[in-house]
Nanobody, 126 residues
Framework: VQLQASGGGLVQAGGSLRLSCVASGRPFSTYAMGWFRQAPGKEREFVSAIDWSGSSTYYGDSVKGRFTISRDNGKNTVYLQMNSLKPDDTAVYYC????????????????????WGQGTLVTVSS
C-alpha cells in the first residue's frame, strides 16, 4: 500500500484544516491507520489513531478535543479534522498504516506502523 497525504497549509491560530490521506495498493479497509507529526527540532509524536472499521479512535493528549480522525473505506481515505489550531500544532503531519495486521485495532507507537506517507506541512501563525 502507498499513502499520499494532503491538506496542509498556512492557517491562523484558532482556524481549522482537514488533512486527507489516500491509500492505494493493497486493501485499505482492513488496516489500522494513524497520524503522527514532527515539529522542527523535535521528535515525531503520535497524534491520533483509528481502527480498521472506524469504530474506535484514540488521540494524543495535546490534540484531544480539538482534532477528529475518521475514515471512508469506500474512498480508501483517512481524514484528520483539526480545529482550534495553535502555533504549537505547527509540524509536518504524516499518515501511517499498519499493513501487517488485518482488522487492526488502535496503535500508538511508531514501530507498529510499516507504511508511511510523505508528510504534509501545517503552519499555524499566531
Amino acid at each position: 500500500v502507498q499513502l499520499q497525504a494532503s491538506g496542509g497549509g498556512l492557517v491562523q491560530a484558532g482556524g481549522s484544516l482537514r488533512l486527507s490521506c489516500v491509500a492505494s495498493g493493497r486493501p485499505f479497509s482492513t488496516y489500522a491507520m494513524g497520524w503522527f507529526r514532527q515539529a522542527p527540532g523535535k521528535e515525531r509524536e503520535f497524534v491520533s489513531a483509528i481502527d480498521w472499521s472506524g469504530s474506535s479512535t484514540y488521540y494524543g493528549d495535546s490534540v484531544k478535543g480539538r482534532f477528529t480522525i475518521s475514515r471512508d473505506n469506500g474512498k480508501n481515505t483517512v481524514y484528520l479534522q483539526m480545529n482550534s489550531l495553535k502555533p504549537d500544532d505547527t509540524a509536518v503531519y504524516y499518515c501511517a498504516a499498519n499493513g501487517r495486521t488485518r482488522y487492526g485495532g488502535i496503535y500508538k507507537e511508531e514501530r507498529l506502523y510499516d507504511v508511511w506517507g510523505q508528510g504534509t506541512l501545517v503552519t499555524v501563525s499566531s
